[in-house]
């Protein structure tokens, strides 16, 4: 067990840990979230020890063992080929086994009957001892099973630890800590160096290990699967939840529901006193019953409304109109060092399409979106774009573009879309970039904020057709949440490459798969198309196939067949026309309540601003006629509030009723 007690960090007037007491239990499960910035990572590398605390703030029990992954670290500098990198987490029972040789080596030399002899019998003994529960002899098959697992081939464990790059070398770094098995794993974004196998077998093992966990991730998914208690945060506290992600966003809004009641109800009360005390302080007849009162205020235990974190809302320019086909590609090839990425290309996207691009790590997703882009060329083929598409594009060199001189709002008013101060503030808050943050100059932001700056500044330029490659690397679960939104309500064409399977889930139509050299599309989100893998599974272990075999049926049997094109085309016109019978209605009524909530939020901040100011209460006919307009205001935004949650619903029910849900 561990336990971390009265945690109290503060830096100026800001609390980074306000008396944090939490403990972890063996074989607890815990997810820790909160917005960027919150303290995880510092919170983890405390509890690992790699960050100084005072003393009595930590405390562990004996043999308790913490293995600690960093979100980065510095490459592995080691001379060892993959197979024995991974060895060395059996370090200390290789030794054992190594001294165990040497001292049935060294019993020749004694007679049986010296006292050194008895010795060496006794340390082999405790050896052995040591050595029987601790399943030594299967030590190879556990090393090639942990990193095949997370992506490694067999050819691969001989290859020297130096040619791996930094991302393969975060794989190994996780495969050592997953075979050390320690009491506790303290996991800081696993997930972000994985591709979608490799994650899927992650969740496996950690479903299956014995010790405690505490995982910082912002894959939705993947804390849904790995964990059953979920720790928040927020503001320098920590609130825990008996339940995974899921659970505690549910549970998180009827706690806040509950609260806001008792804390509605008290204010009436108080109210309710105090126009009693006011109105009879000054009568004889009354003055006990006003003591009274006075006193029970003065009992009264007050209710503190918890913090919340800002929320952002945001929506994508409107996509400008294009033709039905969107981006043809037509025999693309691609190698390097000759090594075929992909070969013989063909695909067809249409206006609308929302596509998850997964493989493996390799593959070439990144390089055919590259190559979709125009930002790098293919071997043969072509790629064209259909009547009036306009393209953006979104990748890791985006943020090495930007100017390092201007502010992260100047480089906003570059981004070629007339937008208001207020929207553009809004938009850069969904990427986390809030207050004083929007004044500093690119040059002083970090890798993250960059990255995320290049993504929002592609975001608010108009265009009918985005490319993405891993967007939500460096934002949190809010900011995801509202990116993911924002792309459901989007009418134009994406294709993104992401191993977030939540975020995609929730507005991919279409999956294409990149593996070995080719490139198939499916029908429905990431977690049909993962539904699909494992049925394809379970065939080729009953049917005795292997994987490429079983994958070429695939494509005979029409998963990326020319000749059933034409009828998938009808189909999808089909749903389209039906999608706007059904939902058009629905999406005007939408539209008009964004409309009037934007506008009476924006009423109701500048009459909130009015009775800020003191002077207002000095005049109690201004106050009265302000007052009324501003609770005249509240209802009517409640009212469009709900006109906006109604709408929403139908036409996410028309799209679930329309994809087959």
Not at 173 to 198: I, R, W, Y
Not at 270 to 290: E, L, N, P, S, Y
Not at 298 to 303: A, D, R, V
Not at 461 to 472: G, H, I, Q, S, Y
Request: proline share 3%; glycine share 8%.
């Amino acid at each position: 067990m561990l336990s971390v007690n009265n945690l109290d960090i503060r830096f100026g007037e800001k609390h980074l840990f306000k008396n944090v007491a939490v403990q972890v239990y063996n074989g607890n499960r815990i997810g820790l979230v909160g917005v960027n910035g919150a303290g995880k990572s510092t919170l983890l590398k405390i509890m690992a020890g790699v960050e100084p605390s005072d003393d009595g703030v930590i405390s562990c029990a004996k043999h308790f063992s913490i293995g600690y992954l960093a979100q980065e670290s510095t490459d592995l500098i080691s001379e060892r080929t993959l197979y024995q990198e991974a060895e060395s987490a059996f370090g200390p029972l290789l030794e054992l086994q190594r001294e165990s040789e040497e001292l049935q080596v060294k019993m020749k030399d004694y007679d049986p009957e010296s006292s050194e002899f008895k010795e060496i019998i006794h340390r082999h003994g405790e050896i052995l001892h040591l050595l029987e529960g601790s399943d030594i002899y299967a030590i190879g098959g556990k090393i090639e099973k942990v990193l095949v697992g997370l992506g490694f081939s067999p050819e691969q464990l001989n290859l020297p630890v130096s040619a791996f790059s930094g991302g393969w070398q975060m794989r190994l770094k996780l495969a050592k800590m997953l075979l050390e098995s320690p009491s506790l794993l303290l996991l800081d974004e696993p997930t972000n160096h994985l591709d979608l196998e490799s994650l899927t077998w992650v969740e496996q093992f950690l479903k299956n290990y014995h010790g405690a966990m505490v995982i910082i991730s912002h894959d939705r998914t993947f804390l849904d699967k790995t964990t059953e208690i979920t720790w928040e945060l927020s503001f320098g506290k920590v609130d825990i939840y008996k339940g995974n992600y899921s659970y505690y966003v549910k549970e998180r809004a009827e706690r806040r529901a509950i609260e806001k009641g008792a804390y509605d109800n008290q204010q009436a009360k108080i109210r309710q006193t105090m126009r009693f005390v006011d109105k009879f302080r000054a009568k004889a007849t009354k003055a006990r019953q006003v003591q009274s009162r006075v006193k029970q205020l003065e009992k009264m235990e007050l209710i503190e409304l918890t913090e919340e974190e800002h929320q952002i809302k945001f929506s994508f320019p409107p996509a400008p109109p294009s033709g039905r086909d969107v981006l043809q590609v037509e025999g693309l090839s691609k190698s390097y060092d000759g090594k075929k990425v992909f070969d013989g290309v063909k695909l067809l996207l249409n206006r609308g399409d929302k596509v998850a691009v997964v493989g493996v790590n390799g593959a070439g997703k990144s390089t055919f979106l590259k190559i979709l882009a125009d930002q790098l060329p293919s071997d043969t083929g072509s790629v064209r774009l259909g009547a009036n598409v306009r393209l953006s594009y979104f990748g890791q060199h985006q943020a090495q573009e930007l100017s390092p001189q201007l502010t992260v709002l100047e480089t906003m008013a570059l981004c070629g879309e007339e937008m208001t101060v207020t929207r553009t503030r809004s938009l850069l808050g969904a990427f986390l970039f809030r207050g004083e943050d929007v004044d500093k100059k690119v040059s002083v932001l970090s890798g993250g904020e960059k990255s995320r700056l290049a993504l929002a500044k592609m975001i608010a330029a108009p265009a009918n057709c985005m490319l993405l490659d891993e967007p939500t690397n460096h934002l949190d679960m809010s900011s995801q949440e509202v990116l993911q939104e924002a792309m459901a309500q989007y009418e134009g064409t994406i294709v993104v490459v992401s191993h977030n399977r939540y975020f995609v889930d929730r507005f991919v139509n279409k999956v294409l798969e990149v593996r070995n050299g080719g490139i198939a599309l499916y029908e429905g989100n990431v977690s049909d198309y993962l539904r699909k893998q494992e049925q394809l599974q379970l065939k080729r272990e009953e049917g005795g196939e292997n994987e490429e075999s079983s994958r070429k049926k695939e494509k005979s049997a029409g998963v990326n067949d020319s000749m059933s094109r034409k009828e998938q085309k009808r189909l999808e016109a089909v749903k389209r026309q039906e999608r706007s019978k059904k939902a058009g209605p629905w999406l005007k009524k939408l539209a008009e309540a964004e409309q009037q909530v934007e506008s009476f939020e924006t009423q109701k901040e500048e009459l909130e601003q009015l009775m800020a100011d003191p002077g207002l209460y000095s005049d109690e006919t201004r106050w009265t006629e302000v007052s009324k307009k501003y609770e005249d205001c509240k209802r009517r935004l409640e009212r469009w509030y709900k006109n906006w949650e109604i709408a929403q619903e139908k036409i996410d029910a028309i799209e679930e009723e329309l994809n087959g849900g």
